[in-house]
């Protein structure tokens, strides 16, 4: 069987506050991970992935582990094309999307030191005479592109697998329009739930459960057991295991996150076991309608979006009544309290109170996160431990 791995190039590596704590092959794009695209595309489960040293730990739940060397004959995939779901690749050895180099298959073997800094192109990995295809899809360049491009590629995601799935109508719901309502088989959807699918389809997966008087509006995705409890969500993509309550608006909730209680989010990306307490608002559009700078490891960035929230790294956690401003990226791990606005940047594994900011000690915040983790069954392994900790030593040294 083929062997299938995923490269994080140096571009990918770049996109903080998330590349710090996980490879973007376990990002969410649309409805599905980076890394379950090409595997359905490919039909072939992930070997490995090829990534930044620090995450050689990485151990989550479905994720493949970091790659020693990689045989002749594997794929060796960029994880920042987004793949199309219900498409299978034609056999080929190079995959372009878009002009560029998606996917090869390596004619010899490749030791992962000689690419382990992102720096290598797929194209000097391919071999002469090699069968070429073109696929469909598209590149993240920015990390905001999640964001931005969330609308289109859900109602290209719900389109492609909301028709395959085992699906009945929820009794004494309503839906508003003409579009699509997939609710799956084994999903709890309770009475007066408003399906608004007036411009996008509306999927409910395997799982969930979606709470009385709550409007989902299309093109929108509750995932695998997933809990939401009230309030308008739109075109949104809640991952599994989260629970939401209150208003957010075009969002990625990665999966094990908390927005248990009222306060608007709005065209924002929150990591993997992020909590916001009660009362957290997002600010997602300027006074002057202007377009949005945003943090980056190369300093701030005009991302040309007129509406754009925050962007929440894994393990991050907001106190009650918390105001972040348009634009606010938080780092993964750090924890934001007081009565004052923080700042548009908060490094990781920060104490942030207002804008007095001291250092998360590392054994307090494994401690923290255990628990936090233990709450929703699941237990941080000795590996994703150490994971964690060379992600924390990481961030000290940036």
Request: neutral net charge; aromatic residues 6%; glycine residues 12%.
């Amino acid at each position: 069987m083929t062997q299938l791995y995923l490269y994080d190039d140096a571009t990918a590596r770049s996109f903080e506050p998330f590349a710090l704590t996980r490879p973007f092959g376990e990002m969410r794009a649309g409805i599905a991970l980076g890394r379950a695209r090409w595997e359905r595309a490919l039909d072939a489960s992930a070997a490995g992935f090829v990534g930044a040293e620090h995450l050689r730990d990485f151990d989550e739940a479905g994720a493949p582990p970091a790659a020693g060397d990689v045989r002749a004959g594997s794929i060796l995939a960029n994880s920042r094309c987004v793949v199309p779901l219900g498409w299978s690749a034609p056999d080929a050895d190079v995959w372009t999307c878009e002009g560029a180099i998606a996917a090869v298959r390596l004619a010899q073997a490749v030791r992962v030191a000689a690419i382990g800094d992102g720096t290598q192109a797929l194209e000097s990995l391919r071999a002469a005479g090699t069968r070429v295809v073109d696929i469909p899809g598209r590149w993240i360049q920015h990390v905001w592109e999640l964001v931005t491009g969330l609308v289109t590629q859900l109602r290209e995601d719900i389109d492609a697998l909301g028709p395959h799935l085992a699906c009945t109508r929820p009794a004494g719901s309503i839906v508003i329009g003409g579009g699509g309502v997939y609710v799956e088989n084994g999903a709890d959807v309770e009475p007066q739930v408003v399906f608004d699918v007036t411009s996008g389809p509306v999927l409910v997966r395997r799982g969930a459960h979606v709470r009385a008087f709550t409007r989902l509006v299309g093109p929108c995705a509750v995932l695998e057991n997933a809990s939401v409890l009230g309030d308008r969500v739109s075109s949104c993509s809640i991952g599994e295991a989260s629970v939401i309550r209150g208003e957010i608006s075009e969002t990625v909730v990665l999966g094990h996150s908390n927005k248990g209680h009222e306060g608007f989010v709005g065209h924002s990306y929150l990591g993997r076991w992020v909590n916001l307490g009660a009362g957290t608002i997002t600010s997602n559009l300027k006074n002057t309608y202007g377009s949005v700078q945003l943090w980056t490891p190369a300093g701030n960035r005009d991302t040309g979006a007129s509406k754009l929230g925050s962007m929440i790294g894994d393990h991050a956690k907001t106190a009650i009544g918390t105001r972040l401003t348009t634009g606010t990226v938080i780092g993964a791990g750090a924890n934001v309290f007081g009565s004052e606005m923080p700042p548009k940047y908060v490094p990781p594994f920060s104490w942030m109170d207002g804008t007095e900011m001291t250092e998360f000690r590392l054994p307090k915040f494994l401690e923290i996160a255990a628990r936090a983790m233990s709450r929703r069954s699941v237990v941080l392994s000795e590996r994703g431990r150490r994971q964690l900790s060379a992600s924390h030593a990481r961030s000290r040294r940036a």
